[in-house]
């Protein structure tokens, strides 16, 4: 039996499941043989970085790539805040009154995280991410509250057809009903596939607007439309409102249809109480696991990069570079087969190692295609950054001793197995408990609306002292956002959530959540007067070595702005307290170059999916097992999801590996027509 090598570069999500999946997956036809690892045979995982995995395979920052879990003082059991991604969207995978077939195209949800975390034994800690259905807002310097908007009480812009009195979302709608050709809200994931790609502009226009009946979505920028539409009082009310602004530059219109609902009020999301980056910890550990139970040789490298990749004879042939030296080879290697678990940047700069390099006979310069280099581009790079504070009291809560003119609405409450465990000990009957276990993860706004709900389902009545218990229980002071059209733009409260009770407790913020040029303005901060810059910005790779203090000037200057947010526009940095600790991570720079990423107008994204995973796809007459994995590409940008689903799609299509769930009617990425 002849040994295989099969290399995976990148150690973020895309690399640890497929690294995963390949030790656990099923072979769709056990006769065929299939090409999954057997005993013997090489599993090499490439880090440019150096996780900390597990307490033999330590590093500078928590695992996950563009995830990280952020602890005070580094100390796992004190309270946290994520830098990096911190969600995802709970998949309900026993049938329920709303949704009767789970596996139907309808049933939301992100389904191979929700699989993952619960075969990895990690439901326990799965819990709400809850987002408030009443934001605050700080726009052009007014506060108010997103309840507050009404034809009386309208946001400060003059957005024509009395836009202002209503949410800044409207103006998604306004937009997203130019194409309307049933409910969007029955729109299965294979529907929008077909959209992205045939979606056009059904409504009848006038000659005034720059788009037309019949216009394709998919060859339409989105700030384009948007700004035609809804004109610029319009635009910038949606712009500001919204939080994000990589949401409305001019990414592909279609695909932007789609994802722009992502943190409406009343949306639910779940994260896991040991942090985010937990769920790269178990999945590390796991890959050690099996590949000892399957005598399966695994070598973890950190420490080490992709430097350049070709294929021949039936092999990748790469070069590889160290951390210290990053663009210098130092050693080389070969590979049956080789993923890619990269963002774009990274991979245009792999490809830059042979650019200019003259193919010696057999040698397949795979990524410098033109077709490929095509391909790659189809993905915008979204800048983005984020800066987390620690704080003694939770000063911004309407309950503080000393509360600001405009507390963060987040007081919400929500029912878990955890909480109907405490209350089962504590005394309450098996009809109350049987309705709550009904009730699970119902977000509701009120203890009242909570107790209602339970009492009209358990057709018994709760006391007074269990009704103050179960309040006690269920409530939660967390999530929000908050929206500001300054730079911190996000606000988002994670509060005291801590796994261990502390003597003092701490109460952790995202201070700022913002992206696109807004990362420009606190980047300038960081080095402030009196410094010159010594380090070329191109060789920062700040992301991999972890989270970095804030400098006390950058300090003072979210203090002002958080406090204009909670105070009101007289307030000063005073307003804030100092906090006890405070960090950021600026996604922007190297390796990743992008929080997150999006479509590109002009593109058939749904062949950019399929043919980018393997892209000597795009070339003649050959086959080079060398695949592209992760959120860039994929169907669910800037999540964990769409790393996950390109790579199970990877190992479904080229490895003859059985899907890890039912993909019938949630195609992994888009299907041809």
Request: with cysteine; net charge negative; hydrophobic share 35%.
């Amino acid at each position: 039996m002849t040994q295989k090598t099969y290399a995976i570069f990148g150690a973020g999500a895309a690399g640890l499941y497929t690294a995963w999946r390949m030790l656990n997956g099923e072979c769709e036809d056990p006769h065929a043989g299939g090409r999954q690892l057997k005993s013997e045979d090489i599993l090499e995982l490439y880090d440019w970085g150096q996780y900390d995995f597990n307490e033999y395979h330590p590093g500078s920052r928590a695992p996950g790539a563009r995830i990280c879990t952020w602890h005070y003082q580094n100390d796992k059991t004190q309270s946290y805040v994520e830098l990096g991604g911190m969600r995802y969207s709970h998949w309900n995978q026993q049938p329920s009154a709303q949704f009767p077939n789970p596996d139907n195209g309808l049933a939301p949800g992100h389904r191979l995280v929700t699989k993952t975390i619960e075969l990895l034994g990690l439901d326990k800690y799965s819990v709400p991410f809850n987002v408030t259905e009443n934001q605050l807002f700080y726009l052009r310097s007014q506060n108010f509250y997103l309840n507050d908007i009404s034809s009386k009480n309208p946001a400060p812009y003059a957005v024509d057809n009395y836009g202002a009195t209503m949410s800044p979302d409207q103006g998604f709608t306004t937009v997203q009903n130019l194409a309307t050709t049933k409910p969007w809200g029955d729109f299965t994931r294979r529907d929008w596939c077909h959209f992205y790609k045939h979606g056009k502009i059904t409504a009848q226009l006038p000659q005034s607007s720059v788009f037309q009946q019949g216009d394709h979505l998919c060859d339409i920028g989105y700030w384009n439309l948007l700004y035609d539409q809804l004109g610029q009082e319009g635009y910038e009310y949606a712009a500001d409102g919204n939080g994000y602004s990589s949401n409305v530059i001019n990414t592909n219109a279609g695909v932007s249809f789609n994802i722009n609902n992502e943190f409406t009020p009343g949306s639910q999301y779940r994260t896991l109480s040991i942090g985010f980056s937990g769920m790269f910890n178990y999945l590390f550990d796991e890959i050690i696991k099996l590949c000892h139970q399957k005598n399966i040789e695994f070598c973890y490298k950190p420490n080490q990069r992709l430097h350049s990749i070709l294929w021949k004879d039936g092999k990748a042939h790469f070069t590889a570079a160290s951390r210290k030296h990053p663009n210098i080879a130092d050693h080389s290697g070969t590979a049956d087969a080789a993923w890619l678990a990269m963002p774009r940047a990274a991979i245009e700069k792999v490809a830059q190692a042979t650019r200019f390099h003259q193919p010696q006979h057999g040698e397949v310069d795979v990524l410098n295609h033109e077709r490929v280099q095509l391909y790659l581009e189809s993905t915008i790079m979204q800048p983005s950054y984020k800066v987390g504070m620690f704080f003694e009291h939770p000063w911004w809560s309407a309950d503080y001793e000393n509360p600001p003119n405009y507390p963060a609405q987040i007081t919400g409450y929500t029912i878990t197995p955890t909480d109907i465990d405490v209350l089962r000990q504590k005394g309450f009957s098996d009809r109350t408990l049987n309705a709550m276990s009904q009730l699970a993860y119902t977000p509701y706004t009120s203890a009242a609306q909570m107790i209602s709900a339970i009492e009209a389902l358990s057709e018994q009545a709760l006391d007074i002292p269990q009704a103050k218990t179960l309040a006690e229980v269920t409530r939660n002071d967390t999530i929000g956002p908050s929206v500001s059209n300054s730079p911190i733009r996000m606000v988002v409260y994670f509060g005291n959530n801590a796994t261990q009770t502390h003597s003092k407790p701490v109460y952790g913020i995202l201070a700022s959540y913002d992206d696109e040029d807004n990362t420009e303005f606190w980047r300038e901060l960081e080095l402030g007067p009196n410094r010159q810059r010594l380090q070329p910005i191109s060789s920062d790779v700040q992301p991999l070595n972890g989270p970095r203090a804030v400098p006390p000037r950058m300090v003072k200057m979210l203090r002002k702005m958080l406090a204009r947010l909670h105070f009101g526009p007289g307030a000063d940095e005073s307003y804030v307290p100092e906090p006890l600790e405070s960090a950021y991570m600026d996604w922007s720079l190297p390796p990743f170059n992008a929080g997150y990423h999006e479509w590109a107008p002009h593109y058939d994204i749904g062949d950019v999916q399929r043919k980018i995973r393997k892209p000597s796809q795009l070339l003649d007459n050959t086959d080079a097992d060398i695949f592209i994995v992760g959120e860039a590409y994929s169907n669910d940008q800037a999540w964990v999801e769409g790393a996950y689903c390109t790579a199970e799609s990877v190992l479904n299509d080229f490895f003859g590996i059985k899907p890890l769930i039912d993909n019938t009617e949630y195609p992994f990425i888009c299907p041809e027509d």
